[in-house]
């Protein structure tokens, strides 16, 4: 695990806990659609949910902390017809991710 040093008053320092919460929800290669922390837990979990919205309200993009290759689990591909959006933003569309499945 690499580590990164920030001002503590920069918007990244400031949503480290955040950050760091985020990151310890993140799947292991290979195995993405379970949560490494989260005993038996379907990813995304509750626990990366929250850490996402923190991030969120911190005004940092969650999708420059998650691996190009989970972005498709949170932010499946547009419809034709839809209207384009950042595949970065948070929250997601509503209806595409967490309501098919209950955590525990």
């Known amino acids: 695990m690499a580590g990164l040093m920030v001002a503590a008053d920069s918007p990244a320092g400031r949503a480290a806990e955040a950050i760091n919460d985020l990151t310890r929800h993140l799947p292991q290669p290979g195995a993405p659609a379970v949560c490494p922390t989260c005993a038996a837990r379907f990813w995304p979990c509750t626990y990366f949910y929250d850490a996402a919205h923190r991030m969120h309200n911190a005004r ?45």
């Not at 190009?68 to 595409?96: I, V």
């Open 60 to 104: 940092l993009r969650v999708g420059d902390v998650v691996p190009l290759e989970l972005h498709p689990r949170l932010w499946p591909p547009p419809a034709a017809s839809a209207t384009p959006r950042d595949s970065r933003a948070w929250p997601p569309e509503a209806g595409t991710f967490g309501e098919e499945h209950d955590d525990g």
